[in-house]
């Protein structure tokens, strides 16, 4: 099975920076995703991490250490529209993905 | 490309009926197909497995016989709450697996938010 823990909620200023970080334990992997989910909708998909190092997207990035077992997804250039749950999600072999509990991201003026 | 079209969005049931949820790839042939149980605050949870012709995977805890799975083609697959609780109340997702699929992430539909009275 899957262990995915994630911190419960942030909060940070628009314009700033802030970095959600997820560890894993993981008896097959096959993938780390981080998904975003505004409340009442379906996840949208945010970034993929297979290999070690930093996958850039925008104003988004994510960092996978599988030897760490630890991924972060840092966003840069917060805005108002940011403010969603974030997953960071775990794929096995056979493309289950298993969720952490999701970060829940307060953006303030 | 690669759309997942989930109906309805809410459905509102008294306890004791039944209510099927429709998951379909628009453009695309998904040989797999994963539905999931979302409460408030709270992560997505698989609750099973289903793969076209086949019966489907269901995970630890989740009772088959309560939710009925059915994917008899490739771009379709159901999902049945057989006799609905109120602690069945909840946001249920399906996603959908490409053939072949390597880097590319699973294909969420927009979900159902059931509400049992």
């Known amino acids: 099975g899957q262990n995915i823990d994630q911190p419960t909620e942030m909060t940070a200023t628009e314009g700033a920076i802030v970095q959600i970080n997820c560890t894993y334990q993981t008896s097959g992997f096959n993938g780390l995703f981080w998904y975003q989910q505004h409340a009442g909708e379906a996840p949208t998909f945010l970034s993929y991490n297979v290999l070690d190092g930093l996958e850039e997207k925008g104003r988004f990035s994510s960092f996978l250490s599988r030897s760490k077992g630890y991924s972060y997804l840092l966003l840069k250039e917060l805005q108002m529209k940011d403010s969603a749950s974030y997953l960071c999600a775990v794929r096995d072999g056979d493309y289950k993905l298993s969720f952490g509990a999701g970060t829940t991201v307060t953006v303030r003026a | 490309g690669a759309v997942v079209s989930q109906h309805p969005s809410r459905v509102i049931c008294k306890s004791g009926t039944s209510v099927k949820i429709e998951c379909r790839s628009l453009?695309?042939?998904?040989?797999?197909m994963f539905w999931y149980r979302q409460f408030p605050k709270q992560s997505l949870m698989l609750m099973a497995t289903?793969?076209?012709?086949?019966?489907?995977?269901?995970e630890q805890g989740v009772e088959k016989d309560k939710f009925l799975i059915n994917h008899a083609s490739l771009t379709l697959s159901t999902l049945t709450v057989t006799s609905a609780h109120p602690e069945d109340s909840s946001f249920y997702i399906c996603?959908?697996?490409?053939?072949?699929?390597?880097?590319?992430?699973?294909?969420f539909g927009n979900g159902t938010r059931l509400t049992v009275t």
């Open positions: 453009d695309f042939q998904a040989t797999t």
């Open positions: 289903s793969n076209e012709g086949s019966k489907a995977t269901y």
């Open positions: 996603s959908a697996k490409t053939p072949g699929q390597g880097s590319e992430p699973l294909h």
